[in-house]
């Protein structure tokens, strides 16, 4: 467990033998309790660096709310997704009179508990994030939840939370944007994909497998490739399509529009004839999705509504329309956008 999230109340009620209202009170300087038993509890509070959420109490206790600010994680500030997504989260949170604090994680995990720390100690009153690649571990997100921050997961949901999420149909998004590919004439389709422990990863994977299955085509061994960027897919591309005739894919499902454009670029490059000759659909729906050669076949992710779902929840949590402890589930439709790469 990392000991950069401070302890929360009910560590401290457990270790010092009283109850969560007792350390409470005693934290509040209350007169409810004794001065002996405040001082004990306030020494140990201090020594282990805990930091009593005061803002998220007042916000959810008090009509008056002396501080609107909304933590938000994004992994990366250069995807076009993420961005979009925090449009979203913006645009909802400023109508709501509530302003936002952004950090990136840079897809590392050690990076995201820092920032989960320092949007603690700044007193936020909820966060929104979309986890980092390599996040296995989660006691950083448990450790806010037990100290009463309201947490709500986009895109890159956490499964080993309970926490409120929105996320987009992406199984129904792949499985789509497969069996268009199939209905194409395309046979022999290769997926490339991110780590699987993302559920989104999980989940298209999926999408992609039972389109397959479902027109009695099969997963053809090497199809399958980890990789989720451009500078990946221009690296491990020209090896799979170097195989002979009849061997290699004849259609490419990419997890996102960036590694989609490195398929393109490099079938292009080595004389492959898009989409003629290959098919290529991304996911996504970004403004490169629209400035490639030709123009890619991509699915939706609407990101904006994405967001404002996102911000939507949190502040509902926060106001007390929405009751902190219930899990919002809430799913956003996705749509095949045809262009170019595809026949």
Request: with cysteine; aromatic share 8%.
């Amino acid at each position: 467990m990392s000991d950069k999230i401070p302890i929360t109340m009910k560590d401290i009620a457990r270790e010092l033998g009283v109850s969560v209202a007792t350390v409470s009170r005693a934290l509040k300087d209350s007169p409810r309790i004794s001065a002996s038993q405040k001082k004990r509890i306030q020494a140990y509070a201090k020594e282990r660096n805990f930091y009593p959420n005061v803002i998220g109490e007042a916000l959810r206790h008090s009509r008056i709310q002396p501080m609107k600010v909304i933590g938000v994680i994004v992994p990366e500030f250069v995807h076009y997704y993420f961005m979009s997504v925090l449009s979203g989260i913006e645009e909802e949170a400023r109508a709501r009179g509530y302003r936002v604090m952004v950090a990136q994680s840079n897809e590392r995990y050690d990076k995201e508990v820092a920032i989960c720390d320092s949007f603690y100690k700044n007193k936020v009153c909820g966060i929104i994030v979309s986890q980092a690649k390599d996040t296995k571990q989660y006691d950083h997100f448990r450790k806010l939840m037990d100290n009463g921050v309201p947490l709500v997961f986009y895109d890159r949901i956490c499964t080993g939370v309970n926490g409120s999420r929105v996320v987009v149909d992406d199984y129904m998004g792949a499985y789509t944007a497969v069996t268009h590919l199939i209905d194409t004439g395309c046979k022999r389709i290769a997926f490339y994909g991110s780590p699987m422990n993302l559920e989104l990863s999980k989940n298209r994977y999926n999408g992609y497998h039972d389109a397959l299955a479902k027109h009695g085509l099969k997963e053809h061994e090497g199809f399958v490739k980890l990789c989720d960027n451009r500078a990946q897919a221009e690296a491990i591309t020209p090896e799979i399509l170097s195989l002979p005739e009849g061997e290699r894919p004849d259609a490419f499902f990419a997890i996102n529009d960036d590694t989609a454009i490195g398929i393109l670029y490099t079938a292009k490059h080595m004389g492959f004839r898009i989409p003629t000759d290959i098919s290529i659909c991304g996911f996504t729906n970004s403004d490169r999705a629209k400035a490639s050669d030709p123009m890619l076949t991509t699915v939706e992710q609407r990101g904006i509504a994405v967001g404002e779902e996102a911000a939507n929840i949190l502040i509902g949590q926060v106001e007390g329309s929405i009751p902190k402890d219930e899990v919002e589930l809430r799913v956003v439709r996705t749509r095949l956008v045809i262009r170019g790469t595809t026949r």
